[in-house]
C-alpha cells in the first residue's frame, strides 16, 4: 500500500495564530512527520487579541496546560464576559456574561418566564441579576463553577485575559518540546508545482528553501501564501462594519483587577480595556471615514484608567474573509483567514476553530477536495455567524449624537441577522444559525442590553402559575446573591491559582 501520509508541514508565520497551530499539531504528530514554522524577526505581531472566549480552556485542555503553569507564564487573569458601555445609548451600562440566567423552569428559557414577571411586576430586578457571572463581576469576584451539571449558582462559565505574546512564547515552548521546528528568516519567494499549482517550498532571504507538503499560512493580513500565491479572493463586509482602523496601548496595571473586559462606545467606534496581571491592554477600533486617527488616539489616552506604557500603535484592517481559508495544499488560520474586529474577543477563538477543524480533516498527500470543501464551508459559516452578532451591536442603536452612529442605525444588514433580531422583537424566541457559535443566552444579554424588548414571549409561560414563577425566580435571585457574595475576590483568587491553589468552595 503506497505511504501517503503527510511527512512534512510549514507553517508561515510566528504570533499567535503559527503557535496555536503548531502546538497541537507536534503533540499529535509528534517525530512522525516535521512540523517547521518560519517567522521573521522584522514583522511583529498585532497583539490586540489577549481576550478570550470560554472555548480557549477546551484548546488548552486538549495540549494537557497545566492552568497554574498557563495563568503564571501569561500573566493571565480570568474574564466572566464583557461589559458594555454607551452601547445603545449614551449612558447605558450592560453585561454579556459567560453563560445562563439560572436554570429553566418548567422546560422554559430563563429569560421567557422573566419576560412574562417584568410584564406582571412593576420594579422587577434587571435579568442581570440571575446571571451568576454579571453579579459575581458586579463584585469584582471569581469562582470557577463546581460540577459538570449547572446548577442555580453552576450556569456560567469563563475564559481569560493573557499577553498574546507571551501565550504565544508558551505555545511555542510546548511545540518545540514536541519536535517543532523553528525556522528564522524573511520569505521572499514561493515555489509551485509547475502542473497542480500546489506550493512545494518557499525561499527565504538568505536563499535557504524550505519545502513542505501542507502549508498553514499565518502571515497576517498579506495573507503570503493563501492570497499572495494562490489568488483565493476576499469579501469586503466593511458596509456592514465601517471601523477600519485601531490603536493599540498598554497602560499601567490598576486595582482592582477585574474579572471582565470593558468596551465603551465612543463617537466613532468603541475602546476596550483588558486587565492582566503585569497591565491593562487597551485600544481604540474606529472609521476613519467619521474620525481623525488624532482625535481617536486623544480619545483613547484619555480614558486609561494607568499610566500609558508606550506609544500607541496604529493598526488598519479591511473587515472580512477570504472566500476561501483552503486552497489546495495551504491552510489560512488568523488574520490571512479573515478579520472581524475583536469586540467580542472572537480572534483567538476563530483560530482555534480553524485549527481544531483542521486536524479534524487532516489530509493525506492526495488532498481530497472534499476535505478543503468542508473546511470552508464551515469556516465561512463561522466567520459570517460572528459578523452578524458584531453587526448587531452597531445596528441597534438609539444613538444619533455623531454621524458615525446615525450611519449604523440607517445601514442595511445581512438578513440572516434581520431574521434574528425581528424573531426576538416579536416573540421573545432566538434562533442559532451556528449551533456552534453565540447560544440563546448571549443573544439575550445583547439583545435586551441593546434595547430590543420582545413584544411577546412563549404562551406555555401563561400556563405556569404567577405566585409559583415570582417565588422561584425569587428564590433563585437570592441563592446566586449569596454564591457571589461568598466567592472570593478576584485578585485574591488570581494570586491563588498563578500558585496552583484552590480556595474552599461555599455552598450557597
Known sequence: MTDTAIRRIVIVGGGTAGWMAAAPLAQRLGRRCQVSLIESPEIGTIGVGEATLPTIRFYNDALGLDPADFVRKTQASFKLGIEFKDWGHVGNRFFHGFGDFGVRFAGQAPHMAWLRLAREFDRMPALDDWSMAAVMARQNRFLPPHGAQPGVTDAYSYGYHFDAGLYANYLRDYAMARGASRIEGTITGVEQHPETGFVTAVVLNDGRRVEGELFVDCSGFRGLLIEGTLRAGYEDWSGWLPCNSALAVPSARVEPVTPYTRSTAQGAGWTWRIPLQHRTGNGHVYSDAFTSDRQARDDLLAGLDGAALDEPRQLRFVTGRRRKSWVKNVVALGLSAGFVEPLESTSIHLIETGVGKLIELFPDRDFRPELADEYNRVMGGRYESVRDFIVMHYKLTQRDDTPFWRHCAAMP???????????????????????????????????LGLGVVPKRYCPFVD??????????????????????????????????????????????
Open 463 to 508: 400556563a405556569l402559575d404567577l405566585r409559583q414563577l415570582h417565588g422561584h425566580f425569587a428564590g433563585l435571585r437570592e441563592m446566586i446573591a449569596r454564591a457571589a457574595a461568598q466567592a472570593p475576590d478576584h485578585g485574591a483568587y488570581l494570586a491563588g491559582a498563578a500558585k496552583g491553589v484552590k480556595p474552599q468552595r461555599v455552598t450557597a
Open 413 to 447: 444588514i445581512p438578513d440572516s441577522l434581520a431574521h434574528q433580531i425581528e424573531l426576538f422583537r416579536e416573540t421573545g424566541r432566538v434562533t442559532i444559525l451556528d449551533p456552534d457559535g453565540f447560544a440563546e443566552p448571549s443573544f439575550v444579554a445583547m439583545l
